[in-house]
């Protein structure tokens, strides 16, 4: 039983790289339908094009509303595993940019 879910979630995880686009614009849609001026990155391995199956996706949202707000409405919309949310306010955001390439993906919403 356990190798099912193993092969289940193997599965899962290539059909949400395999179309990343359409998930992180999802997402972004999501985040925007809550505060139109919030900030939408991708970082880490799947920023850098070196995403593995066994990468979590990383994300950064900034904005001004509380995040367990933003990260209960975003799992509520199903962005769980492999998506790794992180909401900062807009000062701590500074501490992602100084320490990570960030990619931002509002752009994908206006390409819809």
Known sequence: MWKELLVREARYR????RNLDMHLRR?????KSMDP??????????????ALLASDID???VTDLKPSMVMARL?????KEPFEIHVA???EAELYKKRAR???????RERS
């Open 75 to 79: 799992w509520l919309s199903g962005f």
């Open 89 to 91: 306010g807009r000062e």
């Open 59 to 61: 994300v950064l949202v």
């Open 14 to 17: 290539a059909e949400v790289f």
């Open 102 to 108: 960030l990619l931002r993906l509002d752009w994908l």
């Open 27 to 31: 997402l972004v849609e999501v985040v």
């Open 37 to 50: 001026e919030a900030e939408v990155y991708l970082f880490g391995s799947a920023a850098e094009g070196r």
